[in-house]
């Protein structure tokens, strides 16, 4: 992803996208069914494994996964669901599912991002959920995105396909004015996205392709967008007297009346901005082949907000267009996309019109494409503000062309020229289709600009040179709270007369991010200096903006016509953006009586003081279908509340506690559920009966009440009662083995009569229930018939008549029992088989495990526990199970080489246990990674030269470079050519990269022509020509910069040494920085240097860099940049120093001990823990302990250190669990909120099994 600042408004999108069978048809009956069931019961599992290693913009904001139910349209509809974390609190989004508008026909799969804050964030969740959906779907099907499947042969209601997106986050006031900017340049957005030409396997005119020379792609009578075409149900309406009105006011029902449409069938219409979210929702656009347009069009309507709220701020007005003008454009945009006719709007009066109907030369558009030219024109500079330069590519390829392209090139005009190559075969198409989506859904780039090229676009050369300016700003802030005004002071000065714009930015030193934008229009004069203070141009951290304490420094930009663009910063400060807020309220009563008056006691508590201002408590009491609020209180903290409990009416309720700081929710906190019953009168028992009584008098006087009961005669063949031994009345009863054999009964003998004692046995047999002592009762003598007495006593009498002992004669009975085998275990057995579905994969491919668990002792079923570790470069837990086997069970696995695992190659193991034995364990043939093809894994991003250089002196071209697909380093090579030509290697990883080369400028003063190229592994993959003006010969001479060692030790400090040599006979004054700046292009550490050169003097620059614990294991140069001043003229000049690599210390800079835990905990289960922290580096340190499982992280502690060593207690309560399941217990050390690689610390990793 492109390092991109936090966007201005909130963003998300909704994604329709077709499931299909092989051949591209739409699934409907039976198989719509199975590919659906198949789907949704894979979607959540891939979307948790993707969630463990979401970045870390997304990890801190994702609370969790799940699955649930919801009834839409009178059907149970299933949704994996993302609870996420937001500024006004956590919200539960539908990521995956079912379309809840569902036709009758097949259904449409809705993939849904969350509100992003950032680029980076939204990129993620696209290609997250489109990779989860293929993941998910069983073998043989497939996605297709665009608006309609070709294959239809008509078209239906609710069978098409679009992106609708939600930009959201502005002030309630904001809102009008964004949706009437979004509104004005609705047909120039449907011409740039219009994707769906097909309809009946064809075309609807046609096509024609002129290749000679330039590409021109001709498509007469071709519809360019079938699904805006007949779709007037959920779109328009498409008539100017009910279009969507210009709204001075956020006013529903004058809306609704003009679109004539109620609630909340008035949200289908081109553009609301009446959303339950607060958000304006765009829904004209085709679903988008490729990531990259889905980012260009936030892009586009990010800078289209921005320009509204900045026009409006400044007294401005968004241009009113009529209805009847948007009309008329938006059909021939869906007719002919760029190519359409664009008609003007006569009606619009001075600047509005000369932006919207005519080019800056004051030529009127007739074209659609000349209007988006001019559209991007209009928001160029709130786009190069935001940096979106990179990401509106594809649509600049599309309207400005490229080498082989002749424009404009809409995506639908891009698919009428694969119809054309594949000489009209649908079938080829539509599996062109299937290719493009699984490609550029998943993964970056776009294939308009694979086919033929970044774009071309003319830039006009100014015609005089740029007025140079010299700035310097400063801040005294060493901590700034959130809402704060930051103190600074920015001094301007210029050399000439000029209008320039001032773009101020709060920045995430960490990130180089911006949490804040403000611009400011300045007017220089020449040689009369300007001062801007923060009471001029207020920058504050905005509220929420990040978590903990971050550095943050103030960047500010000058930029204009006839302006020289210059850039300044200040020092690094602190900042927090987020407090930290307890609520602790009394556990509820579970039921309160009617009437009854209760109170309960709430306490809230702040962990951080900084935030001194007034917080907002409101208590809510949440009914089914109500919500009703209690309390509602500006409070300082800390503070008790006492807030009483509702009790008049008979209802179940919860207490929801908010506390908010500046109008924003940062503490919230749900009661148990409370139930309110209505007060029960107690009945009096009725009186037991005489008679009753009596016999219970009775039955206990005839209770034998010693248990020292005389045995019968040892030759007494009395028929044996069966009951239970002293010793198994005492235990808890076990299930029991009974062994049968046969008897045959004695000869009986005559008995004389006498008193018995009968046995009475009350028993159950489950193991759960302790045994019943059996309840003995006396009875009558009674005289038994004659028995015959046997010739031979059998061998049980024989036993019988043995004297037995004091604790076998403690009844009068004779006892048989049943044999008790229940100390004999069954001993389990199991057997794993199991295999990979390849001996290779491509790097972003996915590899296919199955397992089989076989029980080889059926008697034994479990539960056993299963784990799957991915060994690679290193050992992960991808799944851990409780598992019961009857006959067999099959375990499969999909696993995606460079994303879910790193490494050359990598195996499963899948291992089965009962208790803590391993019964069986089965591993994977080893799995071959290859890289992609050089072409395909690295590209570059930008080139970053100066536009003035002074003659023969250093020139720094910096290469922005982005590696993907490759399992081992690759070998780059830079090179630039001016007088001489200078290459440079470099060994890079995956990643993105910043690669400086230094190069001698040209000796001769004038504009210039770089060349500068890049190869991969002998590829080449760049090629580029670029101007730079060269300047005359600067007054001073410097060497190049000497370091004493290109490796050095993470957090020690590396030597540098620069020479400086005046050539002029004058003093020069020389000002600047020397910063250690790593391969990815971020700023480490800075050292400011000033000093004063006499006339042909020379002088050394020496000094020492720190270098940061983070930086182990990373590439990072000495950058020098120096500003010298002699007299009236100015020079900026360049060094950089050869690559240093940054290795491991010599002793750990960090040690942690935990306490040792035993090898297995129980759920919810308190554990005490200490944690000695000791540490070598001078910075403080921030330490997490972390428990891991395969499928969440729980943070158990987390603690900032200051000192050199320090000790902590904590209790930690181990999480519930369904099933069994294994947790690493890992710790995470983050110096200045960056983490140091394990490689610099010794801190313990314990595994524990939980049940």
Known sequence: MIDMPRLPFTQGIEMEVQVVDEKGRLLRGAPLLKVWKHLMENALRNLQKAAAGAPPEVAGKLLSVSFKEKERRGKRLPYVVASYKTHQGSVEIDVFGPDPNVSQITWILELVTPPCESMEELEWWIKT????????????????????????????????????????????????????????????????????????????????????????VLGKDCIRDIRLKYNTSQVGPVDKDHYIPYLESLDRRFFDSVVMREPPDDRYVDVFPFTDYGTIEVRV????????????????????????????????????????????????AILYALLGKFFIDRGLQGRAASIYNASPSGSPYTKLFEAVQGMFEYVREEVEALGFQEYLEPFLVSVYGSKRLEPPCSPADYLLYLYDSSGGNMSAVVRSLMEITRKYCTGSGDPVIEAFGEAEVEVTERLRPAIKVSMRAETAASMVVAGEKIPFTLDLEGEGDVQATLIAKVVLAERNEAIQTTIKKVALKAGKPVKITGSQLPLTIPLKAFQGTKACRLKFTLKGDGVETREVETKIFKAIATPSVRIMAETPPKTIIKGEKRELKVRVESKTPEFKGEYQVTILAEKPGKTTPLLSKKISIPTVLNVTLPSSVEEHYILRIQVSYM?????????????????????????????????????????????????????????????????????????????????????????????????????????????????????????????????????????????????????????????????????????????????????????????????????????FLVEVILEGEEEKLLDCRELTVKQSERLTYKVKAGEEVKGEAFALVCRVLHGEAVLAECRTRSVQVTSLPVKDAVKVIGVNIPKEVASSSTLVVKFKVEVKGIVKPVRLIVSAETDTTVRREYDVQEGKHVIPLPVKAWREEGRRKLRVSLEAEGVKIYRKELDVQTLP???VAV??????????????????SIGLRNVKEQPVEAKGKIQLVTLQGELETENKVALKLKPKGETEIRGKMDVPPWLTGKQAYIQAILQLKTGDKAFTLTEVSPLITV?????????????????????????????????????????????????????????????????????????????????????????????????????????????
């Open 1033 to 1035: 010969l600067p007054p």
């Open 663 to 863: 109008g924003e929710l940062v503490a919230e906190q749900k009661t148990t559920p409370i139930k309110v019953e209505k007060k029960v009168e107690p009945t009096a028992k009725p009186a037991k009966p005489a008679r009753l009584t009596a016999e219970v008098q009775q039955a206990k006087a005839a209770t034998v009440k010693s248990k020292k009961l005389i045995a019968p005669p040892a030759t007494l063949a009395t028929t044996p009662i069966k009951t239970e031994s002293t010793a198994a009345r005492t235990e808890e009863a076990k299930p029991r083995v009974k062994v049968i054999t046969s008897f045959t009964p004695p000869t009986p003998a005559k008995i004389e009569p006498r008193t018995t004692v009968k046995a009475t046995v009350s028993s159950k047999s489950s193991a759960r229930t302790a045994q019943k002592t059996p309840t003995l009762k006396a009875q009558h003598a009674t005289k038994p018939s004659k028995l015959a007495r046997p010739s031979k006593p059998s061998q049980r009498l024989q036993e019988a008549s043995k004297p037995r002992s004091k604790a076998e004669a403690t009844t009068g009975v004779r006892i048989s029992r049943a044999v008790d085998v229940s100390h004999v275990s069954l001993r389990p057995r199991v057997s794993v088989s199991g295999d990979v579905s390849s001996s290779f994969v491509k790097w972003g491919e996915a590899c296919k495990a199955v397992f089989e668990v076989r029980n080889l002792n059926p008697e034994v079923t479990g539960p």
């Open 1143 to 1251: 290795t491991s210390p010599p002793t750990p800079l960090v040690k942690v001990t935990v306490t040792k835990l035993p090898p297995t905990l129980t759920e919810d289960q308190n554990v005490k823990l200490t944690i000695s922290v000791k540490k070598k580096v001078q910075t403080p340190i921030q330490v997490q302990l972390v428990a891991v499982t395969p499928t969440a992280t729980q943070k158990i502690w987390s603690g900032k250190i200051k000192q050199q060593e320090k000790v902590f207690a904590t209790t930690w309560k181990t999480p519930k669990t369904q099933n069994p399941t294994q947790i690493q217990l890992k710790t995470e050390i983050y110096a200045e909120g960056k983490p140091i690689p394990p490689q610099a610390v010794q801190a313990p990793t314990q595994k524990i099994k939980l049940t």
């Open 1039 to 1056: 060497t190049s910069i000497t370091i004493n060692a290109k490796t050095q030790p993470a957090g020690g400090k590396a030597s540098y």
């Open 129 to 216: 959920l489109y990779s989860v959906a293929y993941a998910s779907l069983p073998s043989g099907y497939s996605l297709i995105s665009i608006g309609f499947n070709p294959l239809e042969e008509e078209y239906r209601s609710g069978v098409t396909f679009g992106d609708h997106y939600h930009i959201g986050g502005m002030r309630r006031q904001d809102i009008p004015a964004v949706y009437n900017m979004i509104r004005a340049f609705i047909p120039h957005m449907i011409a740039l996205t219009a994707n769906s030409p097909f309809i009946k396997e064809g075309v609807t005119g046609v096509v024609k392709v002129q290749k000679k020379g330039k590409i021109v």
């Open 285 to 332: 656009f085709d679903s988008q082949f490729s990531v990259a347009r889905r980012l260009a069009l936030v892009a586009l309507l990010q800078a289209l907000a921005l320009k509204a709220v900045k026009l409006t701020s400044n007294g401005g007005k968004v241009p009113n267009v009529s209805s009847s003008v948007l009309v008329e454009n938006r059909e021939k």
